[in-house]
């Protein structure tokens, strides 16, 4: 287990001093999964909802949030995105939507949060414009998929308890 960078040697939080390490390609993707009702979902996926397209909408605040990553992550660097991209995968049946962020910078330190920031923002905006219909929606399961690049290499998240543990 690595040990935790974001404090001094007095223990005061601080930013991480990225200025030694290598500018690299640093690419991350991040999911989750919002849960609807049935009448929230059929509104989604027939375009009724009354603020806009859900998917058009959310699209676009998940690549917002990816920009505005380190004005609310206190630690983050701020990063000059080379690449940012969100997208959506629907299961009508369990009333469920997936939201994937992929992330991507030359630079000297990663981009998980930014795909991190990316789904919850995306996913936080079906939530609002959903609320109106359904206000028991579940946000669930973000977590980061995989990232490449820097130091650290190569990440894939592996489903704690499958055999590839």
Excluded: W
Aim: glycine share 8%; aromatic share 4%.
């Amino acid at each position: 287990m690595s040990e935790f960078t974001h404090f001094d040697e007095k223990g005061n939080a601080s930013m991480v001093d990225v200025s030694e390490k290598k500018v690299t390609r640093r690419e991350a993707e991040a999911q989750g999964t919002i849960r609807l009702s049935r009448e929230a979902m059929d509104a989604v996926m027939g375009r009724r909802i009354k603020k806009g397209d859900v998917f058009t909408v959310a699209q676009v605040a998940g690549i917002m949030g990816t920009k505005r990553t380190a004005d609310l992550i206190p630690m983050c660097h701020p990063l000059s995105l080379t690449h940012a991209i969100v997208t959506f995968e629907t299961d009508e049946e369990a009333c469920e939507i997936t939201v994937l962020c992929r992330a991507v910078t030359d630079g000297r330190t990663g981009v998980e949060m930014e795909a991190l920031t990316g789904v919850t923002t995306a996913l936080l905006t079906i939530y609002d414009m959903c609320k109106a219909i359904d206000k028991r929606m579940l946000i669930r399961d973000i977590h980061l998929v995989k990232k490449s690049g820097g130091r650290s290499g190569d990440f894939r998240y592996i489903l704690p308890g499958s055999d590839r543990d």
